[in-house]
């Protein structure tokens, strides 16, 4: 009787093996798939704070441009010796020339 028990047992436990192992197999393959997702919105939130930031940089360049126009024509506006430098510069090459 104790031999059949143990025979019983073993031949259960021998049974049982393919079904324990595509279990653990299933279960593996769940969570591999858990973190494959995780990982996919982790890299689309990331790219999606990436894309907002370049698009306020856009924004921020071009609201910038008419600033940087202005400052420009004003920067040419104030050379106010410009000419005078010129014809000092003229008076110059035109003594050596003498």
């Not at 073993?10 to 969570?31: D, F, K, R, T």
Request: hydrophobic share 45%.
């Amino acid at each position: 009787m104790v031999t059949d028990a143990v025979t019983q047992t073993n031949v259960a436990v021998i049974g049982e093996a393919p079904a324990i192992a595509m279990g653990n197999l299933y279960a593996s393959l769940a969570h591999s798939t858990g973190i494959l997702f995780q990982n996919s919105v982790a890299a689309a939130s990331q790219f999606s704070t990436l894309a907002q930031a370049t698009t306020n940089q856009g924004v921020m360049q071009i609201y910038s441009v008419n600033t940087m126009a202005g400052a420009s024509a004003t920067e040419k506006v104030a050379q106010i010796g410009t000419s005078d430098q010129l014809t000092t510069l003229l008076t110059t090459l035109r003594s050596f020339n003498q």
